[in-house]
């Protein structure tokens, strides 16, 4: 009964059933069928959930074009699909993370993006003063090592420094417990930022509970992450563009200016300009 219940819920492990399924008599025929099926309609389960879900938002972010935006619909849809209390985005910039989205559900708080309040905290830095890698933040690791990161209880968890987090609830009576630590790479496989889910809920008790694994998820992740590449090239690409503009351009300038102070008009208008100058210093 409690896998039939496991397999409703979409929570089913075959772990579950490993004992039954190794006996050799009815009952472990019974368990080896009930969890192949199992495995099937949470295949099923998972492929729904994927085009009723992932790809709305996939074509979503492809189509939206203001940034601050498409980094809150990331941040947001992680959270739905997450049942997650809090998030929050960085976009690395050179060696450091800089924090550009900050929502938290209980406490009301939507910072960066188009809130039109400005996150304060400073960038997490990949690196220590010595040169050392800064292994001891958990978004840093994640960037640094490429690694997702998964914490059930910060104040708890070994290796790494939670002290800014802990400072954060102190401050604001939050608990922050169980943390997701993703970073996105593009396709050359450069991190280009980090998403951090903070205290997943459990649906039916509301209690925070560890972040799981899920395929969902994954193909959020991998969908939003070539949105923010995409948008982050053409805007290279503009940049580019205008600079190679203004280098063109520039010759041209100087020709323009060598054309006009060449002219009788402008030798004539410099030569009464420096008969003023002289006549002003007498």
Do not use: C
């Not at 690694?147 to 910060?154: G, I, L, N, S």
């Amino acid at each position: 009964m409690h896998a039939v219940r496991m397999i409703e819920k979409g929570e089913y492990d075959s772990l579950i059933l490993r004992e039954l399924m190794a006996e050799s008599g009815e009952l472990g025929q019974l368990a080896r069928k009930l969890d192949e099926m199992a495995l099937i309609v949470l295949h099923r389960d998972n492929h729904l959930r994927l085009l009723n879900k992932v790809i709305p938002v996939g074509v979503s972010l492809s189509a939206e074009r203001d940034f601050n935006r498409l980094l809150e619909t990331v941040v947001a849809e992680a959270q739905a699909f997450t049942n997650a209390d809090a998030g929050t985005m960085y976009l690395l910039e050179g060696q450091e993370l800089r924090f550009v989205i900050l929502r938290n559900t209980s406490l009301d708080l939507k910072m960066g993006g188009t809130s039109g309040d400005p996150i304060r905290f400073k960038p997490v830095q990949l690196y220590s003063e010595d040169g050392s890698e800064n292994l001891s933040n958990v978004a840093s690791y994640a960037a640094l090592k490429k690694q997702r990161v998964k914490v059930a209880d910060a104040y708890t968890a070994e290796g790494f420094d939670f002290s800014g987090t802990k400072a954060f609830d102190s401050q604001t009576s939050y608990r922050s417990k169980s943390f997701l630590t993703t970073p996105l790479e593009n396709k050359e496989g450069q991190v280009i930022g980090i998403l951090q889910l903070i205290n997943a809920k459990d649906a039916a008790t509301g209690e925070t509970v560890e972040f799981k694994d899920d395929e969902v998820l994954e193909a959020l992740i991998m969908l939003a992450t070539a949105a923010l590449d995409g948008y982050i090239r053409e805007a290279t690409l503009r940049q580019e563009i205008a600079k190679l503009r203004i280098e063109i351009n520039q010759p041209r300038r100087t020709r323009q200016v060598e054309e006009i102070t060449d002219t009788e008009f402008f030798r004539n208008l410099q030569i009464k300009a420096q008969a003023i100058r002289e006549q002003n210093r007498k």
